[in-house]
């Protein structure tokens, strides 16, 4: 299964192209970046990116999406950028997760669900790994999801926001389920990717101009 905001990757090792479409792009840089989740097994990661790509819920998710990755397009003002969202495919469940996952990340959404002080621990975890061993300049994102299950919380907002602000994170409570702050939190994680005047890679993103004449640029997702 693929799915996509503008455009459908049939699998990790498809390569997308980008289309000169003025309707798709309207502005005519585009960059290109990693966006990665992480976090406990069930804390709705799966359930976010659905939301954001397709605008849908389901109450009974299944485990993992399918494919390696999705794609989104967010239209900042003289540019666009084009995300690369990358869901586990359960590995998280085992608590081992490979570091090829998050290589050459721009940007890292960190879930945990605010009714699980477990998950909590998990996503700190998973932030000194990412400083530890992630890419050197990966923005990093603190994602409280199932806000709608606010009567349940068990961790608080302002610990997680002060956690998040200590090591340098933007935090976001959200909910996939009624959508809120979901566009929110992935639009401004896109903004945080570094953009790269030169039109080359940075490593962690990509700028290509499409209002030259030339052929549209074939970009391998393979394995980075
Ligand atoms: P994961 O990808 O992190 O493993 P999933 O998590 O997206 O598979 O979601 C795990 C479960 O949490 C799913 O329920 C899903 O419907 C639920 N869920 C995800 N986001 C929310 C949310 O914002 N609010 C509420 N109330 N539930 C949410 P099941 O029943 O399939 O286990
Ligand atoms: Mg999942």
Known sequence: MSMSGEKSISDSKSAAVLQSSPALFPNAKVVQGKVVLLGDSAVGKSSLVLRF????FSEYQESTIGAAFLTQTV????????????????????????PMYYRNAAVAVIVYD???ANSFARAKFWIKELQKNG??????????????????????????RLFA?????????????????????????ALRIPKNLSGKSNGLSKTIDLSSSAQPEETSKCCN
């Open 114 to 116: 605010i009714t699980s």
């Open 135 to 160: 890419p050197q300049k990966c923005s990093i994102v603190l994602a409280g999801n199932k806000l709608d299950l606010a009567d349940r919380r068990v961790v608080d907002t302002e610990e997680a």
């Open 75 to 98: 239209t900042a003002k003289d540019y666009t950028v084009k995300l690369e969202i990358w869901d586990t495919a359960g590995q998280e469940r085992y608590h081992t997760m490979s």
């Open 165 to 189: 602000e200590e090591k340098g994170a933007l935090f976001f409570e959200v909910s996939a389920k009624t959508e809120h702050n979901v566009d929110q939190m992935f639009e401004t994680a």
């Open 53 to 56: 790509v397709k605008k849908q």
